[in-house]
């Protein structure tokens, strides 16, 4: 048995679960020290999130189509082919991150131009983007560490690593924002730079980290006879699993596309009401996380029945742990937003917004849960399609109807959030229901391969 199997659901989750809260409170605190800046500021960064987010994602989704053929790997007992993957998807993941991090700084202007982002905001944006592209370079390295750290069930070094990250960021951000140390003024660049600067740092202590506790020596004899079948099911699992987070990135930049079109001012209440709500997938991401190392190294065995036992057990946990959080926030809905604001306007329209962010919790815990371990067993393809379908078709139209037609604005772009995430959650749920993983997983396949040879 592994040492992630021997310390289960909340061995693993306890460390992940501080991680990514101090993973999500960074740009909560981003938010919060822009606003200071001014709401221009905070608009603007907030509105390229998304473009960020999906270029890490194009990232993300390459070490974490690596890390489940690893975990499989680990689960079957073979660690000499276990290192192998790690090397070769480490290698895939950092020449995409090369090339998506070029791109996006060759095109900054038009991307901003595009989102519709004028006057100040789009000055701002600009300047955000053209240094906070190197974010993709640093989140590769930092997705690659993690992941083995976790695999390794050594996820205690990712936590530390993200505390120095936090620490990082929040002296960063005063010293640029407050000016300390006789620093001049530099606006919205600071905050991008301090951004780049401490996510590097975090980096620097997980691979301080690998260096000391695993030896991940491969030899070349083994890295030559596992390359083309690592790159093909690298490709067989990231292809479906890009595709639906893709869509949901894009589906988020056209939102704020939106949003900025009603105005400056639902713009920056769908930057403050979104960025809050980031708070919720601390306990989605950490309890997926571990739950994905766990249903995957089961898988792996063999042991499919405790397979889809621990995916039950996690989504209740983390379907309880996202409602509370959603709950709190929305309860606390004016003193948050007063974080941020003291336009009256935004404050009078922080309870229906969170109240309507809030309701869009559940369906996003089943989504991020279900959809992360269907593409990790290797059953992404369906829901890599019918999922983004759905957004486009359905959840999409009704928000433009809802937001300019109707005239519901901000309150309209936000339930076609829930709409969205609820339909989806449906749609993944039912997947799951149907056992198509079973047969989907990497040793199932290579079964099957090996029985027609």
């Known amino acids: 048995m592994s040492q992630a199997q021997q310390k289960g659901l909340w061995g693993l989750s306890k460390p992940l679960l501080l991680e990514q809260a101090l993973q999500f409170m960074v740009p909560l605190l981003d938010t919060i020290f822009l606003s200071i800046i001014s709401d221009s500021a905070a608009s603007a960064a907030g509105a390229l999130t998304p473009v960020l987010f999906l270029c890490g994602n194009l990232i993300w989704v390459t070490v974490f189509a690596g890390a489940s053929i690893a975990n499989q790997r680990i689960g079957a007992g073979n660690y000499a082919r276990a290192n192998a993957t790690i090397w070769i998807f480490a290698l895939w993941s950092i020449l995409l991150a090369g090339l998506v991090a070029g791109l996006l700084c060759l095109f900054a202007e038009d991307i901003t131009q595009l989102m519709g982002l004028r006057g100040q905001i789009g000055l701002d944006a600009q300047t955000y983007l053209h240094i906070a592209f190197a974010l993709v370079l640093v989140w590769c390295g930092k997705a690659i560490c993690q992941s083995i750290l976790n695999m390794y069930g050594l996820p205690g070094w990712n936590l530390l690593a993200n505390l120095v990250y936090f620490i990082a960021n929040l002296a960063g951000n005063c010293i640029v924002v407050f000016q300390l140390f006789g620093l001049p003024e530099y606006g919205i660049a600071g905050v991008a730079w301090a951004s780049v600067i401490a996510s590097s740092l975090g980096v620097l202590v997980s691979l301080l980290a690998i260096a000391f506790n695993l030896n991940l020596r491969v030899s070349r004899a083994d890295l030559g006879s596992n390359f083309s079948s690592v ?188 709409i969205d995430e609820s339909g989806r959650a449906f749609i993944f749920h039912r997947r799951w229901q149907q056992k198509h993983w079973h047969h989907s997983h990497v040793h199932a396949r290579e079964s099957r391969q090996n029985n027609l040879v």
């Open 231 to 418: 790159s093909h099911n690298l490709a067989r699992i990231a292809a479906p699993s890009a595709i639906e987070p893709l869509s949901f990135d894009i589906n988020m930049v056209v939102l704020n596309s939106l949003a900025a079109k009603l105005g400056p001012q639902a713009l920056a209440a769908k930057i403050y009401t979104f960025n809050t709500f980031m708070l919720g997938l601390i306990i989605s991401v950490a309890l997926t996380t571990a739950t994905q190392i766990l249903v995957t190294q089961k898988v792996g065995s063999g042991e499919m029945d405790k397979a889809d036992q621990q995916l039950r057990q996690s989504l209740r946990a983390a379907l309880w742990g996202t409602g509370l959080v959603a709950l709190l926030l929305t309860l606390l809905h004016h003193p948050i937003m007063s974080l941020y604001t003291d336009n009256e306007k935004l404050l009078a329209g922080a309870f229906w917004w969170f109240a309507l962010a809030g309701l869009s919790e559940p369906g996003r815990t089943i989504n991020i849960m279900t959809g992360f371990n269907l593409r990790a067993t290797g059953d992404g393809w369906y829901i890599s399609w019918v999922g983004p379908l759905f957004t486009w078709a359905v959840a999409l139209p009704l928000a433009y109807l809802m937001a300019f037609v109707l005239d519901w604005g901000v309150a309209g772009l936000l339930l076609s959030a829930v």
